[in-house]
């Protein structure tokens, strides 16, 4: 009998999320050398993906992954043709992962499930395969779709806890990679002031702001700028071991993969140090 889980994409236990919609190939190649498995590519990619070959070109075993290409700017057609171009060159190294985006920063944002799903039954038409694709959800309605029409579930701005709901939602045979930041300081106030920062832009929308309350947020914890409850629950900080055991919380719960994303380290000279350093925390090249 086939062992469903051996199904599920292989990206290692941890691997790095930029908000820089492409990836230099060398920065590409100084986080494999580090251990970790996956890049995702967030700030909503351009359809033509232009960025990934060069990079999984300079690199043996890294896997890519978007972390999300917006099904509003970026055409199911064009995105499947990049998709195979990709997979044709590099097989098995790309994983496709779209979503709605959100309501309050989309002109076109309407019936997003609905569009969603004709986003998929487009994929589908072009022979994209569920196995190398999969969804931004929060919600159940969205995780349940993750599971029926993809490989699993990529999570974004959320805790352990919503990892352990969601794969009790979705089963054991679904690919979950939540994503978590981090900030490498033992200064409390440091880190929820760079979280504040980065949570400010979320904390206005619905999607994310009605996922924490499912979470048992209250009102009070997700109105800007947002309680010290729910930074140091969206943000992990500390010494890159205390950041390491919160990553591991995101295993424990029933995760497959944990893309981290390193607060206020832009540039690859300030990004690659925290790396290093989680990396050992994390036991990655052992």
């Known amino acids: 009998m086939t062992d469903i889980v051996s199904l599920k994409p292989d990206l290692g236990r941890f691997g790095v999320w930029l908000g820089s919609r492409s990836i230099d190939p060398e920065l590409a190649a100084q986080i494999e050398s580090l251990g970790y498995g996956a890049v995702w590519v967030g700030a909503s990619p351009e359809a033509e993906l232009g960025w990934v070959e060069p990079a999984l070109a300079q690199t043996s075993s890294l896997q890519l992954a978007t972390g999300i290409v917006n099904i509003w700017s970026a055409p199911a ?31 076109e944002y309407q019936k997003p499930y609905d569009a969603l799903v004709s986003y998929l039954d487009e994929l589908d038409s072009a022979m994209v395969p569920n196995s190398r694709r999969v969804l931004a959800a929060l919600g159940p309605k969205v995780l349940r779709l993750a599971a029926e029409r993809s490989a699993g579930a990529h999570p974004y701005l959320t805790t352990p806890e919503h990892t352990g709901t969601a794969r009790h939602l979705v089963g054991n045979s679904v690919f979950l990679a939540p994503e978590h930041k981090v900030v490498l300081t033992t200064d409390a106030d440091e880190a929820r002031a760079a979280g504040r920062k980065f949570a400010d ?18 009102d009070e914890d997700v ?14 900080y500390g010494t890159a071991d205390a950041i390491a055991e ?7 719960a029933g995760a497959d993969h944990v893309a981290i994303q390193v607060l206020g380290a832009s540039s690859p000279e300030r990004l690659v140090p925290v790396l290093t350093k989680l990396a050992e925390a994390l036991s990655l090249n052992r």
């Open 201 to 218: 832009f979320y904390m206005g929308l619905s999607n994310y702001v009605n996922n924490w309350l499912r979470l048992g947020f209250t």
């Open 223 to 236: 109105r800007k700028p947002g309680s010290d409850r729910l930074i140091d629950a969206l943000v992990a």
């Open 246 to 252: 919160r990553l591991h919380e995101h295993l424990d």
């Open 77 to 107: 057609a064009q995105v499947a043709a990049s998709y195979h171009r990709i997979e044709e060159a590099h097989p098995g190294r790309f994983l496709l992962g779209v979503g709605v985006g959100h309501p309050e920063h989309t002109q």
